[in-house]
């Protein structure tokens, strides 16, 4: 199976394909496909990068992908939970050229232009995922016109992006298994201290050649992107477990010393470790207290 680009599996003559991945790990290699994605997590956490972000993904989230955006899921394998997640893919030219270009299609135009730095759904997510689990039973016309309903319901809701920049041309089958291959290393050995040489190594790249290939496809160095990765993976440690002191957390995330872990922590979530901690365990309680 090539890598990049990623083909969905669907019948010639099918414009909508609803598809469901069911297993340990969802598809963990780094990929790109025509359609639009619109997934429903319905259990499994880890980490999704988009473009040139990495951000965390867990049970309940709804992600929007947009057409051609490299992306990958990385499954916490540390979690006992099996990964599941129901998704919708079309184009924009799925029911005809025109279709969404009609004048009642116009309020729609601003969220195919959101998608292409992917996004996730903040807002109306119950009324959404009430959606989702009906497809299974659905016709294909009925599909459709739940796919439309809830194309309606986000383009009202709140969202976060994905990504801040996204590399627009298409990755070759060699460009994707080297980005592949880099991304899957770092996602990988964080925890460890390597070197840059030891990345541009994966890639088949000298260390310059890798800098600037790696800059121009994401838009930051690579270890401006290691840094992120590892700080995502701290935010999960804080939540999970409460009582896991600062220090370890730091240590496990592979940074060298707490104070350049305070110091980086703070410059991408804006809040340091300990008032990250409290703040989002307070939103989780309040949260399912007011859900009981």
Same mark, same amino acid.
């Given at each position: 199976?090539?890598?990049?680009?990623?083909?969905?599996?669907?019948?010639?003559?099918?414009?909508?394909?609803?598809?469901?991945?069911?297993?340990?790990?969802?598809?963990?290699?780094?990929?790109?496909?025509?359609?639009?994605?619109?997934?429903?997590?319905?259990?499994?956490?880890?980490?999704?990068?988009?473009?040139?972000?990495?951000?965390?993904?867990?049970?309940?989230?709804?992600?929007?992908?947009?057409?051609?955006?490299?992306?990958?899921?990385?499954?916490?394998?540390?979690?006992?939970?099996?990964?599941?997640?129901?998704?919708?893919?079309?184009?924009?030219?799925?029911?005809?050229?025109?279709?969404?270009?009609?004048?009642?299609?116009?309020?729609?135009?601003?969220?195919?232009?959101?998608?292409?730095?992917?996004?996730?759904?903040?807002?109306?997510?119950?009324?959404?995922?009430?959606?989702?689990?009906?497809?299974?039973?659905?016709?294909?016309?009925?599909?459709?016109? =739940?796919?439309?309903?809830?194309?309606?319901?986000?383009?009202?809701?709140?969202?976060?992006?994905?990504?801040?920049?996204?590399?627009?041309?298409?990755? =070759?089958?060699?460009?994707?298994?080297?980005?592949?291959?880099?991304?899957?290393?770092?996602?990988?050995?964080?925890?460890?201290?390597?070197?840059?040489?030891?990345?541009?190594?994966?890639?088949?790249?000298?260390?310059?050649?890798?800098?600037?290939?790696?800059?121009?496809? =994401?838009?930051?160095?690579?270890?401006?992107?290691?840094?992120?990765?590892?700080?995502?993976?701290?935010?999960?440690?804080?939540?999970?477990?409460?009582?896991?002191?600062?220090?370890?957390?730091?240590?496990?995330?592979?940074?060298?010393?707490?104070?350049?872990?305070?110091?980086?922590?703070?410059?991408?979530?804006?809040?340091?470790? =300990?008032?990250?901690?409290?703040?989002?365990?307070?939103?989780?309680?309040?949260?399912?207290?007011?859900?009981?």
């Amino acid at each position: 199976m090539k890598i990049l680009p990623f083909k969905i599996p669907k019948p010639e003559q099918e414009a909508l394909v609803y598809q469901e991945d069911s297993g340990i790990l969802f598809y963990d290699k780094l990929h790109q496909h025509e359609e639009i994605q619109i997934s429903y997590i319905v259990s499994g956490e880890g980490s999704i990068v988009v473009g040139d972000t990495i951000s965390d993904f867990k049970a309940n989230d709804i992600l929007v992908i947009g057409e051609n955006v490299p992306h990958v899921f990385r499954s916490d394998s540390q979690n006992s939970t099996k990964s599941v997640m129901y998704t919708l893919f079309f184009t924009k030219e799925s029911f005809g050229k025109e279709f969404f270009a009609l004048s009642d299609m116009t309020r729609l135009q601003k969220f195919f232009e959101e998608s292409g730095y992917g996004m996730k759904i903040l807002s109306e997510n119950e009324r959404l995922t009430h959606l989702f689990e009906n497809l299974k039973n659905q016709s294909r016309i009925q599909r459709i016109a =739940t796919l439309l309903n809830m194309l309606d319901i986000m383009i009202s809701s709140d969202k976060q992006p994905l990504s801040t920049f996204v590399y627009r041309k298409k990755y =070759t089958e060699d460009e994707g298994n080297r980005m592949n291959n880099v991304i899957d290393y770092a996602l990988s050995n964080f925890h460890e201290p390597f070197s840059l040489e030891e990345v541009a190594e994966k890639a088949n790249m000298s260390k310059n050649a890798f800098c600037r290939y790696f800059k121009k496809r =994401t838009n930051k160095t690579f270890f401006q992107f290691l840094i992120e990765i590892r700080i995502e993976h701290a935010c999960r440690l804080l939540f999970k477990d409460n009582d896991l002191p600062i220090s370890e957390v730091s240590e496990q995330c592979g940074f060298l010393n707490i104070a350049n872990f305070n110091r980086k922590f703070k410059e991408l979530k804006g809040v340091t470790p =300990t008032q990250y901690r409290k703040f989002t365990i307070e939103k989780w309680r309040d949260k399912y207290s007011k859900s009981a």
